[in-house]
């Protein structure tokens, strides 16, 4: 599938800028197994985060939110409510749009990725 990158609109513009993740402070939120370690820099209508999850994960909730999330190191398991499960490795992605599935992660040995989500993700 290919994208058409014009299409994706951000409301603000958002000027060059570098981002030492280091800097960015990390919130930790408990999963139903394990807990997400989270570093995230929002913008309007943006959202960018870098999440940890600890071994053993299981996130606690369903999510019907849309993310490009981007495999940096681990493994990850994307599980869907129909029961569906899909494996992302380091250097994986996967795209959904908000409302066209209900999925939720889990990993055994932990995982570090790359979440991208925002307004451009919303269901048309």
């Given amino acids: 599938m290919l994208i058409n990158w014009s299409l994706w609109k951000i ?11 280091d800097l960015i402070p990390k ?9 997400a370690t989270w570093q995230t820099l929002q913008f309007e209508g943006l959202r960018v985060r870098i999440v940890e999850y ?3 994960y299981l996130a ?18 994307s599980e869907l409510e129909s029961g569906e ?12 749009s908000d409302e066209l599935s209900s ?13 991208v989500d925002g307004d451009f993700l919303k269901k048309k």
């Fill in 11 to 21: 409301k603000k513009n958002i000027p060059f800028q570098t981002i030492d993740w």
């Fill in 27 to 35: 919130v930790e939120y408990a999963g139903e197994n394990g807990t």
């Fill in 54 to 56: 600890s071994k053993g």
């Fill in 60 to 77: 606690n909730h369903w999510c019907r939110k849309g993310h490009i999330l981007h495999c940096l190191e681990g493994e990850l398991v």
């Fill in 85 to 96: 499960e899909f494996i992302l490795r380091k250097g994986m992605t996967y795209i959904v």
């Fill in 103 to 115: 999925h939720r992660s889990h990993t055994k040995d932990g995982v570090k990725v790359l979440i």
